[in-house]
């Protein structure tokens, strides 16, 4: 079974297909450690410096894949009867699961934010 561990060290189970990406964004479907809770889960994806590298790694835990860009904290949701495959008699495997979605950083947004500070840096030196 494949692995999501942060920059923090943190470690989740993903379940088959857990690392779905589409365009900007990113989703990781994984099966939450039993002794966090929600929110302890939402505030380790929310610290940019936690996601700022996120590997994928085999059942050995040996990196298969590095993730980076996916900064940006979007949401996460519970879903209790997430479909994971059939056991051996063929019945529908159901766990829960944490889907939490990623993005990456509004490029347009962080330069415009830098450009307001330059532009309040050199009217600070002007004396305006």
Do not use: C, H, W
């Not at 900007?24 to 505030?43: G, H, L, M, R």
């Not at 990196?63 to 209790?80: A, D, N």
């Amino acid at each position: 079974m494949e692995s999501l561990k942060l920059s923090g060290g943190q470690i989740y189970e993903l379940v088959a297909n857990g690392v779905q990406e589409n365009g900007d964004e990113i989703n990781f479907v994984f099966i939450p450690d039993s002794s966090k809770t929600f929110e302890q889960v939402e505030a380790e994806f929310t610290s940019e410096s936690n996601t700022e590298k996120i590997y994928v790694l085999d059942s050995a835990n040996e990196v298969m894949r590095s993730i980076v860009g996916y900064t940006q904290y979007k949401g996460m949701k519970k879903e209790p009867d997430y479909s994971v495959g059939t056991d051996e008699d063929g019945n529908e495997k159901a766990v829960t699961v944490l889907i939490v979605t990623m993005s990456k950083p509004d490029l347009q947004q962080k330069y415009a934010d830098l450009q307001s500070a330059v532009d309040m840096l050199i009217l600070d030196q002007l004396g305006a």
